[in-house]
C-alpha cells in the first residue's frame, strides 16, 4: 500500500528567519500560531479517516517554524508513537543533541530535513550567522541515533552557482538525501529567480557530480526532486514516452493534488504550501470529501497548463506550478524556469 | 481533467510514496523517491535511504 503524505506545520515559531520564508513574508508576528493538542488528535484521526477511504497509509511531516520549539511537541510525538504512525521532521538544527535525537529516534521519527542554501556565507546570509556550522553539527547525532538525514537547498538567484558544491559538502557529511527545489517568487521579486538556462547549466553540473558519486559507490542518494528533472532526463535519452501508452493518464509531474497535502497550525488544508492554496480545514472538513472535492480539483486541470498542454511531457513533468503562481500570479501559466521550446 | 486522471490515484502502487515539494523525498524504500511528499520535504514518507 502507498503512502499519502501529510505536510503539517504545528507551529509558526522559529529561531531562524530566512530571507525566503514564506511565513515571515507575511509580516511581523507578535505571537506565533501554534495548534492546541487538542486539535492535533482530530488532526491524527482525520488524517487515518482519510487514509482508510482513500486505501493509503498516513505518513507525516512535522514542521513549522522548527517543530521541535511547539511547547507540545514531545505530546504530539508520543500521540504518533502510540498509534504507530511514522514521522520525518523538516526542522532546524538547533536543539538536536545526542539526548533528542534519541528521543525522537524513540518516538519514530524516521527522518531529519535539514536546510543548506549555499555554502558557509550564503547560507548564513539567507538564514542567519552560524546556521551552516550548525546544521552540519547536527548531522552525527541524528544518524548515531539511526534518523535518516536529508540535506535540501532551495534554489534562488542568490546561491544557484553553489549548489554542485553543496552535492559535494552532503557527501562529505554523510547526508543520506540530498536535494533541491527552487524558490517560490512573488511578483515583486521576480528578480530573484534564475534563467533557464542559468538553471538547467547547474542541473547539468549537477547531474554530473551525482553521476560520478553513485559510480564510486557514495552513500548519499540524489532525489532529482525538481519535475525540471523529467525534462532534463528527456533530453539526455533517459526516459522514454513509450513506457506510458495512456493520453489521458497523469503519470508524474507536480503532485499537488495526487498524493500530498499540507495542514497549517489553524488547521487550513492547502493542496500546495508554496502557494496559496486553500482548499479547506481540517478542523472543520472531512478530508476525504476535501481531497474529492471540487475546491481540491481546481488544482488538477492537467489540461490548463498554457505552455504544458503543447509538450509530450506534459503527463509526466509540468515544472513548477507554485514556482509559476509564484511569478505569473497563476499556477497554469509557464514554468519560468522551463528551457524546452514548444 | 482531474482526479481520475491521476494514475497514481488507481493503479496498484508499487513503491512510490509522495512528499509536498518541501520534502527532499518521498515515502517508500529502499531508496527514496520523490513522492510522495510535499515540494517542501528532499524525499517521500518510506524507510531505508
Known amino acids: 500500500m502507498e503512502y499519502f503524505a501529510f505536510q503539517w506545520h504545528i507551529t509558526e515559531a522559529c529561531d531562524q528567519r530566512c530571507k525566503h520564508c514564506y511565513i515571515y513574508a507575511l509580516g511581523s508576528h507578535a505571537k506565533f500560531r501554534e495548534m492546541a493538542v487538542e486539535d492535533m488528535v482530530k488532526v491524527i484521526g482525520n488524517c487515518r479517516t482519510f487514509c482508510k477511504k482513500a486505501g493509503r497509509m498516513p505518513y507525516f511531516y512535522l514542521t513549522g517554524g522548527d517543530p521541535i520549539l511547539h511547547p507540545q511537541f514531545w505530546t504530539l510525538a508520543k500521540l ?5 504512525l511514522p514521522f520525518a521532521i523538516l526542522g532546524n538544527p538547533f536543539h538536536l543533541s545526542d539526548e533528542v535525537c534519541e528521543r525522537l529516534a524513540a518516538c519514530g521519527c524516521r527522518k531529519y530535513q535539514l536546510s543548506l542554501d549555499g555554502l558557509r556565507d550564503t547560507h548564513d546570509r539567507i538564514r542567519r550567522p552560524g546556521s551552516y556550522d550548525e546544521t552540519l553539527a547536527a548531522i552525527p547525532p541524528l544518524k548515531r541515533a539511526g534518523i535518516s538525514v536529508a540535506v535540501m537547498a532551495t534554489v534562488s538567484k542568490w546561491n544557484v552557482a553553489e549548489i554542485p558544491s553543496l552535492v559535494d559538502v552532503a557527501v562529505e557529511h554523510e547526508a543520506d538525501v540530498f536535494a533541491f527545489a527552487r524558490y517560490c517568487p512573488s511578483r515583486a521579486d521576480r528578480d530573484t529567480t534564475c534563467s533557464p538556462q542559468e538553471y538547467r547549466d547547474m542541473m547539468e553540473q549537477c547531474w554530473e557530480k551525482f553521476q560520478k558519486y553513485e559510480a564510486e559507490g557514495c552513500k548519499t542518494s540524489f532525489n532529482l526532486k525538481d519535475h525540471l528533472w ?5 533530453e539526455e535519452g533517459l526516459f522514454d514516452l513509450r513506457d506510458y501508452p ?6 508524474g509531474g507536480c503532485n499537488c493534488g495526487n498524493c500530498h497535502m499540507t495542514i497549517l497550525s489553524d ?4 493542496a500546495c504550501r508554496r502557494m496559496e492554496s486553500r482548499v479547506g480545514n481540517v478542523l472543520a472538513d472531512d478530508l476525504y470529501d476535501l481531497f474529492t472535492g471540487e475546491a481540491y480539483e481546481a488544482y488538477r486541470r492537467y489540461d490548463k497548463f498554457e505552455k504544458c498542454v503543447k509538450c509530450e511531457l506534459r503527463r509526466f513533468c509540468r515544472g513548477c506550478p507554485a514556482v509559476a503562481a509564484g511569478y505569473h500570479g497563476d499556477m497554469y501559466a ?9 | 481533467m482531474g482526479l481520475k486522471n491521476l494514475f497514481a490515484w488507481y493503479a496498484d502502487a508499487e513503491t512510490k510514496a509522495a512528499t509536498a515539494c518541501g520534502t527532499a523525498c518521498g515515502a517508500g ?17 518510506g524507510d531505508g535511504k
Open chain 1, 246 to 251: 495512456e493520453d489521458d493518464m497523469i503519470y
Open chain 2, 29 to 45: 524504500d529502499p531508496k527514496p523517491d520523490p513522492k510522495p511528499s510535499a515540494c517542501g520535504s528532499a524525499c517521500g514518507a
Open chain 1, 334 to 342: 509557464a514554468d519560468p524556469q522551463c528551457w524546452k521550446e514548444v
Open chain 1, 80 to 84: 504518533l508513537r502510540e498509534r504507530d
Open chain 1, 230 to 234: 523529467t525534462l532534463f532526463q528527456y
Open chain 1, 267 to 270: 488547521g487550513a488544508v492547502y
